[in-house]
C-alpha cells in the first residue's frame, strides 16, 4: 500500500528483468476490477518495467472519502509515476481504464510516448453494447459468485469462459460499495471527443469482434478520431481477450511499443476518412 495525495492504494510494479532503453508501461484497469489483470502483462513482458494500481475502493486500496473525476485521478497516476522515478511513459487502459488513458495522455500529453486503448471508448458518446451484457454488469454476484460468472461470462463479455477466464474470475476481489459507485460516476458527462485530436502520439485501439459491452463501432470511432491511431482487430475476442487470448494479445501489444517512433507518423487527413476538428 502507498499514500499518494489523499488516497492510499494498492499499487502493482514489475521490474524488468534487465535495464533497457524501453518506456515502463502505466496501466489503466476496467471497472470494478483489481489489478490481477495485470498480472499476465507482468509475465509476458518482462523487458519493460510495468505500473498499476487499484483504484480507490477496488481490490485492496482504501475507498475514497468523496467522488473523484478523471482529471483527479489522472493526476494521482501522474505522482505515481514520479515516485517511481518514471518521466516518460507508455501508456495502457482497458474497458474504463481506456478513457483513464486517454485523459492521462491528454494531461501529460508530453510525457507519454505511446498509447494503448482496449476494449474502450470515447465516453459518453460510445455506441452502447447489449443490454443483456450490461445488465448482468449490473448483477454484484459477478464479483461474489465464481459459479455465477462461469455461468454468464459468455453473455457477459462474448465469448466462453476457457482456462484464462476460470483464472481471471477466480481472481477477483470483491470491490467496496462505494468504490465501484465513484467508479461509475466519475465519467458521467465526460468524453474524450473535444480533446481527442490533441493526442497525437502513436496509439494502438485494439478490439474484440464479439465484444458484447463494448461493440466495434467505438473502435472505429477512436480509430478515426484519433491522428495516429492504427486499428487492430482480435477475432472472436470479447471485452476480456486480454485474459482469454493473451499471447495473440500481447504479440500485437508488444510489436506496437517496440516498433521506433521515427516509423510512427500520423495519418493524413486523406487516410483518416473524416474529422472531428
Not at 481490490?59 to 514520479?82: I, Q
Not at 454476484?141 to 476457457?162: C, H, I, K, S, V
Request: aromatic share 12%.
Amino acid at each position: 500500500m502507498e499514500t499518494v495525495g489523499a488516497y492510499t492504494l494498492r499499487v502493482g510494479y514489475w521490474p524488468a528483468e534487465k535495464r533497457s532503453n524501453k518506456r515502463p508501461l502505466l496501466f489503466f484497469n476496467g471497472i470494478g476490477a483489481n489489478m490481477e489483470l495485470a498480472f499476465g502483462l507482468g509475465e509476458w513482458m518482462r523487458d519493460r518495467e510495468i505500473l498499476t494500481f487499484d483504484m480507490p475502493g477496488i481490490g485492496e486500496s482504501e475507498p475514497a472519502r468523496f467522488p473523484y473525476r478523471p482529471w483527479m485521478m489522472a493526476r494521482v497516476a501522474r505522482k505515481l509515476c514520479d515516485q517511481y522515478g518514471f518521466e516518460d511513459v507508455d501508456v495502457m487502459g482497458v474497458s474504463w481504464g481506456g478513457a483513464m488513458a486517454q485523459q492521462f495522455a491528454f494531461q501529460y500529453r508530453n510525457s507519454v510516448g505511446k498509447l494503448v486503448l482496449v476494449a474502450t471508448t470515447a465516453g459518453m458518446t460510445m455506441v452502447p453494447g447489449k443490454i443483456s451484457a450490461i445488465s448482468k454488469m449490473a448483477d454484484a454476484r459477478r464479483y461474489t459468485d465464481p459459479d455465477y460468472m462461469r455461468d454468464n461470462f459468455q453473455r457477459l463479455y462474448g465469448e466462453a469462459a476457457d482456462e484464462g477466464a476460470g483464472q481471471h474470475i477466480d481472481n477477483l476481489k470483491p470491490p467496496a460499495p462505494m468504490g465501484y459507485v465513484y467508479q461509475l460516476i466519475a465519467f458521467l458527462g465526460w468524453s474524450s471527443l473535444p480533446f481527442i485530436r490533441f493526442l497525437r502520439m502513436p496509439t494502438l485501439v485494439m478490439a474484440g469482434d464479439k465484444d458484447s459491452i463494448v461493440p466495434m463501432a467505438n473502435a472505429h470511432i477512436l480509430n478515426t478520431a484519433l491522428p495516429n491511431a492504427k486499428l487492430h482487430v482480435v477475432k472472436d475476442g470479447g471485452h476480456l481477450f486480454l485474459v482469454t487470448k493473451p499471447e495473440q494479445s500481447i504479440s500485437v501489444l508488444t510489436e506496437f511499443l517496440d516498433e521506433p517512433m521515427e516509423a510512427m507518423q500520423p495519418k493524413s487527413v486523406w487516410q483518416q476518412g473524416f474529422s472531428f476538428a
